[in-house]
């Protein structure tokens, strides 16, 4: 009997023995299974012909689950190593702390808007710079150092001091998890009523109808380290979100979305470093530029839509046959191509606002690239701008002398299709004719509307800037200055309208400002050259416009510009007082005032102001001097068009860019090309 039962049992064990590392077929039969080393296919099951499926060993879950616990180890012991090793290195000061060193997109550190050093066509400051080489050829030199001061102060955030103390006493509380289920909701509506109208990002992200449960996630999760998968991904596209919407709907709240907008800086940087990236890695960073862009930091929402851009072309996203290849579902395709199409017009926009070149050339974009849904259309406007804007940065004149202009021709063309650009647009995205009653409108409709005119008037005061530049300019081509004015009276109207009418300006005061400077800048140009022509006319809307610069907030970099250029001009006239009651001759300082100019009668036309170096300018002045000099010209410039006045044989040549001997300009009124 037992002679028996131990060979049953030995064979037994034998069969369990291989049908546990069987396939099924073999374990039916009660067979071995014999196979090739790392192959995946038995011998038995190859020659028969059939499927050689492997059943899955009782422990595999749980290895797996060991394993991946294993990594996770390893990679904490890594990042240790790599931190203590980086505080060994240091030179007895500790290091900074690791989310704010170890993400190439960290603007925490200093809160303070910044330029580029490279000063391209599109850039405001293009021809202030001009001026300053025409004033040390004068021999006054700008107290630029006091100008600087007003730079060092803090721009739509913490400024350094408070986030210094911030960075001594971290809060270990996931700032999340101070605004709430209810005002995660609200804050998402804000976002996609603001911003998600005009350039719908989260098209396909599932974000708005998954926020309560990507909050609950949070929320058991804790604070720990971000390691990239799908769900932490979802919480770091929700909180740049909520900090965006925290910018736009509650200033006093910025503390708050800067807190939520810091703790995601590390884990995107890491992003960009990963081996693959997807859309939602993508939406991160462009909603992360956004809010730059909103904090008036331009200059990082242009750098931060460059690295998104090029990883968008890594996906393949400009080609039509990566695009089919690598989104098969319809629904995720569109969810790609409107994500595609949105960075290429926000990246045009900011290259302008930089004067910088883009990332995406247009060359590089297939033509057979799918179009955008009919679902979208104002994402088609907004693609057709974007081409606009290529055509304008290749026609302007990137380098030589900055007397080198347009060719009337292009300017002409260019002009042209940008009219009927606006003239395409449907009209639930266009303002309506002045004086014709409207219905009552959203805030965010408002808004589209209002940006789309000043979008293309923009545009055409680039293309049409030359004829403003000098008074010979003017003399030569009358008809086209006064258009480049009347354009630019056309955006200070839009803008002072939606300042009275609606909160939208307030709210989007950094997507506005830099519309209304260059427009008050036109003006300025042309009445200083041409006073007879321009004064008159221009005086209410600018006026008008002088009420919204005293709003500006202290914060405001273009607030900050137009206080700059009064420091300068000031800076000039107390120059040039010193000289006339010193006797000095104006010819040893190589300058020569402008017939009919008096610079001790200009200067006292200012109200008596004391220009301090404090770190927040005094905007109610800055508006009292500008209308002081607006006067000036009028009444002490020489008048275009009367007896007497410069003529077209009156050449006024404008100095290539850092000055040469011997040329000549208007001094006061270049200050303010570099607005424009």
């Given at each position: 009997?037992?002679?028996?039962?131990?060979?049953?049992?030995?064979?037994?064990?034998?069969?369990?023995?291989?049908?546990?590392i069987a396939c099924e077929e073999c374990r039916s039969r009660k067979l071995k299974c014999p196979r090739a080393p790392g192959s995946r296919r038995c011998d038995r099951c190859v020659g028969r012909g059939i499927t050689c499926n492997m059943s899955r060993p009782p422990g595999a879950a749980r290895l797996e689950k060991v394993e991946e616990e294993l990594s996770r180890l390893r990679q904490q012991v890594a990042d240790l190593t790599s931190e203590s090793r980086g505080l060994s290195l240091g030179s007895g000061q500790p290091s900074p702390p690791s989310s704010l060193t170890d993400s190439p997109f960290v603007a925490s550190e200093v809160r303070r808007r910044v330029e580029p050093h490279f000063v391209g066509t599109t850039r405001p400051v293009f021809s202030l710079n001009i001026a300053k080489a025409s004033l040390a050829l004068m021999g006054v030199a700008s107290n630029q150092e006091e100008a600087d001061q007003y730079d060092s102060g803090p721009s739509g955030a913490q400024s350094p001091n408070t986030l210094q103390a911030a960075e001594e006493e971290p809060s270990r509380i996931d700032p999340l998890l101070l605004i709430g289920v209810d005002g995660v909701q609200r804050l998402v509506s804000v976002f996609e009523d603001e911003i998600g109208s005009v350039y719908p990002v989260l098209h396909g992200s599932h974000l708005v109808s998954r926020a309560s449960s990507i909050y609950e996630w949070a929320r058991l999760r804790g604070s720990a380290?971000?390691?990239?998968?799908?769900?932490?991904?979802?919480?770091?596209?929700?909180?740049?979100?909520?900090?965006?919407?925290?910018?736009?709907?509650?200033?006093?709240?910025?503390?708050?979305?800067?807190?939520?907008?810091?703790?995601?800086?590390?884990?995107?940087?890491?992003?960009?470093?990963?081996?693959?990236?997807?859309?939602?890695?993508?939406?991160?960073?462009?909603?992360?530029?956004?809010?730059?862009?909103?904090?008036?930091?331009?200059?990082?929402?242009?750098?931060?839509?460059?690295?998104?851009?090029?990883?968008?072309?890594?996906?393949?996203?400009?080609?039509?046959?990566?695009?089919?290849?690598?989104?098969?579902?319809?629904?995720?395709?569109?969810?790609?191509?409107?994500?595609?199409?949105?960075?290429?017009?926000?990246?045009?926009?900011?290259?302008?606002?930089?004067?910088?070149?883009?990332?995406?050339?247009?060359?590089?974009?297939?033509?057979?690239?799918?179009?955008?849904?009919?679902?979208?259309?104002?994402?088609?406007?907004?693609t057709n701008y974007g081409r606009l804007c290529s055509r304008v940065w290749e026609a302007l004149p990137q380098f030589g002398p900055h007397s080198n202009t347009m060719s009337p021709t292009t300017a002409s063309l260019l002009d042209r299709d940008i009219q009927n650009w606006y003239a395409l647009v449907p009209a639930q995205f266009r303002l309506p004719p002045p004086y014709q009653p409207t219905e009552p409108t959203s805030r965010a409709a408002r808004n589209v509307r209002t940006l789309t005119y000043l979008r293309g008037n923009h545009l055409r005061c680039l293309i049409n800037r030359q004829h403003v530049l000098s008074t010979h300019a003017i003399i030569t081509n009358p008809t086209q200055a006064q258009l480049v004015v009347q354009i630019a009276k056309d955006s200070i109207k839009a803008i002072v309208s939606l300042s009275k009418e609606s909160d939208v300006y307030a709210r989007h005061h950094a997507v506005y400002n830099p519309y209304l400077v260059s427009a008050l800048a036109i003006v300025l140009l042309a009445v200083s050259h041409a006073p007879a022509l321009f004064a008159d006319s221009c005086r209410d809307d600018f006026s008008s416009a002088i009420d919204l610069v005293r709003g500006f907030s202290q914060t405001s970099a273009a607030g900050h510009r137009l206080w700059k250029?009064?420091?300068?001009?000031?800076?000039?006239?107390?120059?040039?007082?010193?000289?006339?009651?010193?006797?000095?001759?104006?010819?040893?300082?190589?300058?020569?005032?402008?017939?009919?100019?008096?610079?001790?009668?200009?200067?006292?036309?200012?109200?008596?102001?004391?220009?301090?170096?404090?770190?927040?300018?005094d905007m109610s002045h800055v508006g009292v001097d500008l209308m002081g000099l607006f006067n000036a010209f009028d009444q002490s410039y020489p008048d275009v068009g009367q007896k007497g006045a410069l003529s077209v044989q009156d050449n006024i040549p404008v100095p290539a860019f850092g000055g040469e001997e011997g040329a000549e300009m208007d001094q006061i009124s270049q200050f303010f090309i570099g607005l424009v």
């Open positions: 009997m037992s002679t028996s039962a131990g060979p049953n049992s030995t064979r037994r064990a034998k069969r369990g023995q291989y049908s546990s380290r971000f390691r990239g998968t799908a769900e932490e991904k979802e919480v770091q596209l929700l909180k740049v979100v909520l900090a965006t919407a925290l910018v736009l709907d509650d200033p006093g709240k910025a503390k708050l979305g800067q807190e939520l907008f810091e703790s995601v800086e590390n884990g995107t940087g890491r992003m960009a470093m990963h081996r693959h990236v997807d859309l939602q890695e993508i939406r991160i960073m462009t909603i992360m530029a956004i809010y730059h862009f909103f904090c008036d930091e331009e200059l990082y929402a242009w750098r931060t839509i460059g690295i998104a851009t090029r990883l968008l072309l890594e996906m393949g996203l400009h080609r039509r046959q990566s695009l089919l290849g690598n989104f098969v579902d319809p629904q995720e395709r569109t969810s790609a191509l409107s994500l595609f199409w949105c960075m290429y017009a926000l990246e045009r926009q900011w290259g302008l606002g930089t004067g910088l070149p883009f990332s995406l050339a247009d060359r590089d974009i297939d033509p057979e690239l799918p179009e955008i849904p009919p679902s979208m259309p104002y994402l088609q406007c907004l250029s009064m420091c300068g001009l000031v800076s000039a006239h107390e120059t040039w007082d010193a000289q006339q009651a010193t006797g000095m001759e104006t010819s040893q300082v190589g300058f020569q005032l402008p017939a009919g100019w008096d610079a001790v009668g200009l200067r006292d036309r200012f109200d008596p102001v004391v220009y301090s170096t404090e770190a927040h300018p």
